[in-house]
């Protein structure tokens, strides 16, 4: 079964750390880019960060620029999200997705059930 | 610009057809992508491409495109279809964008 699943959320004060973690399971991992996708409480969907398959593109949103950092481990199926600095308004529930994507197109076809990340002095 | 405008709510009585759009600039370049997020749930991917669904969604769901703007149309809408629905897309810089979500309500 294809999976996903997300681990490493939490209440973390304002300008604190925080690493999430992405476990890929039931596909090649390393033939797909994988983004993080977030989702603040009764907000809508907010891309976050996007790497191609061998890390070589790496793309972020400009609320999150310089602030998180987006990794992945081929070897382990894994998927990471450092985040630092973090706000308040980075309260959300974090999603990975896989991209399934061509010249035309650019899917999220698989998700994660997501992560709740609470960032609350 | 690199934004994604939908409807915010939508209602269509049940059976009947709704169409459901995006408007952006990136859309003369990219095909939209679409979600169907229900309450406590992750989002499901149930349009991609020119026109394509992912295996196991119903054929009631269609996509289509037309210079700024992408549409997704459910023809026969059912009650397990009142869910939020969003777009997504690529921009020039290789960012992805999701429209603000449009929140379908069957009557």
């Known amino acids: 079964e294809v999976q996903l699943v997300e681990s490493g959320g939490g209440l973390v004060k304002p300008g604190g750390s925080l690493r999430l973690s992405c476990a890929a399971s039931g596909f090649t991992f390393s033939s797909y880019s994988m983004n993080w996708v977030r989702q603040a409480p009764g907000k809508g969907l907010e891309w976050v960060s996007s790497?191609?398959?061998?890390?070589?593109?790496?793309y972020y949103a400009d609320s999150v620029k310089g602030r998180f950092t987006i990794s992945r481990d081929n070897a382990k199926n894994s998927l990471y999200l450092q985040m630092n600095s973090l706000r308040a308004e980075d309260t959300a529930v974090y999603y990975c997705?896989?991209?399934?994507?061509?010249?035309?197109?650019?899917?999220?076809?698989?998700w994660g059930q997501g992560t709740m990340v609470t960032v609350s002095s | 610009s690199s934004e994604l405008t939908q409807d915010p709510a939508v209602s269509v009585a049940l059976g009947q057809t709704v169409r459901i759009t995006c408007q952006g600039d990136s859309l003369r370049s990219y095909y939209a992508s679409w979600y169907q997020q229900k309450p406590g749930q992750a989002p499901v991917l149930v349009i991609y491409?020119?026109?394509n669904r992912p295996s196991g969604i119903p054929d009631r769901f269609s996509g289509s495109s037309s210079g700024n703007t992408a549409s997704l149309t459910i023809t026969g809408a059912q009650a397990e279809d009142e869910a939020d629905y969003y777009c997504?897309?690529?921009?020039?810089?290789?960012?992805?964008?999701f429209g603000g979500g449009t929140k379908l309500t069957v009557l």
């Open positions: 491409g020119k026109n």
């Open positions: 790497i191609s398959s061998s890390s070589s593109y790496i």
């Open positions: 997504n897309s690529r921009d020039s810089s290789g960012n992805h964008l």
């Open positions: 997705a896989r991209v399934d994507s061509s010249g035309w197109y650019s899917a999220f076809d698989i």
